[in-house]
């Protein structure tokens, strides 16, 4: 009883640390996905209004009280039309979110290859679209495509891009070490900021990234630019450096686990 006593009492001074510390680790959360999905803009909309309903009660305005608390009904519902695709991201996203997902580690171990073929295609100027699946399910946009289910290397991924064949303007899926499907299609991007020097093929690539949590790497047809898409934002012309050293850390690669696999001859590339 004793022990159970000072166990009790243990707890009553840092149960405090422990509600803190969760409320803490849940906004961070919060703030995180809403950063990530672009929807900021609907706190800060809902902070004006807020505000502005705020100011007419400090000010006892009573007739523009009466008014919003009449049109506080139909705010609301024009509020959710407005802002339906930040909400539905935010729900899109809520649902793919792990949130313990501390120190796991998965087992891509073919970038390089993706980035050799990357590479090289961009040195021809010719556009690639590569999508790495982590935790949401493709489906819906994998059977749009070719179902391939073969091993990735960056001869197979320069076949299917460097070539007008009826695969090479969409997009591959790969997971696993593996090409999924070929020839997919994607869905275009909802922002209306996005620069209009981009294509159909980034537009593409940062509309996938704001739906799921998926990496899409782009090759532009017209600059030779290597890009990549997540987190419904688009990261231009990075270098090869920048680039393996963000995909290991979105893909969770671990140093060892890198398989370097070069098997493009650009001898004959370059002839």
Known sequence: MLAFQTLLKIYS????????????????????????TNAIQILRSAAIIALFYLGAWILKLDTLLWILNIISPGLLVCFVIVFHPELRKV?????????????????????DAVLIAADQLSKMKRGMLAVFVRHTKMDDYIETGTRLDANLTSALLYTIFSHDTPLHDAACFIENGKII????????????????????R???????SEQTD???L??????????LAYDSKLHYDLSITELTKTLEE??????????????????????
């Open 13 to 36: 001074y840092i149960s405090p640390v422990i509600d803190v510390a969760i409320i803490a680790f849940i906004l961070y959360k919060v703030y995180e996905l809403l950063i990530k």
């Open 91 to 111: 729900i899109l996203k809520l649902g793919q979110r792990q949130w313990f997902a501390f120190g796991k580690r998965s087992k891509h171990t073919h970038v």
């Open 181 to 200: 499907a070929a020839g997919c299609f994607l869905p275009l991007s909802e922002q209306y900021d996005i620069k209009k020097t981009f294509g159909t």
């Open 202 to 208: 980034h537009r593409a690539a940062l509309g996938l």
């Open 214 to 216: 998926a990496v899409v």
């Open 218 to 227: 782009v090759v532009s047809e017209e600059t030779g630019a290597i890009s």
């Open 250 to 271: 979105l893909l969770e690669i671990t140093s060892d686990s890198r398989n370097i696999e070069d098997t493009i001859d650009e001898s004959r590339i370059n002839s």
